[in-house]
């Protein structure tokens, strides 16, 4: 059966707002307590800026890690701006939230894996959104599976806590 109402990106969008609700926090009081995160993103996704020197080394993707050494934090809804150090250097990185595959807290045992690939940054750079959605249209089933985020290692077990 064919999903016309788009249950995939209604998922992967609101998946994205974790980051951005995320980010905001950050921008507004630092990294909390032992938080860190893990962001991968595809470095020739249209709106990504990263140095050239960068782009050199990382043709298609990259991993940065945001913990001790970042600062100028600024948080859009569509992108954020940061400044991370490079071999003692700092330098300026901006990353449309649409560009990242996967982000992690490993300190919460938490992340998230994204479906963007190559394809969809050629669609999303020529503006080419109904070529996007035919070659949607004709991949096999997509395994929402992989969407799937328990939140039971957030929460107390009522059960256990009734019981003592």
Known sequence: MQDLIGYDEIIENSMRSVIYETMKKVEKN???????????FLTKFPGVSIPKSLKDKYHEEMTIV?????KGLVVDHEYFKISLSFSGKYEKLSIPYKAITSFADPSMNFGLKFSVNFDD?????????ANKNESKKKKSKIDLSAKVVSLDAFRKNKNNNDEE
């Not at 630092?30 to 991968?40: E, N, R, S, V």
């Not at 945001?66 to 970042?70: A, G, R, T, V």
């Open 121 to 129: 940054a050629e669609d999303e750079e020529s503006g080419d959104h």
């Open 30 to 40: 630092g990294l909390p307590g032992k938080h860190y995160f893990i962001m991968t």
């Open 66 to 70: 945001i913990q001790y050494q970042f």
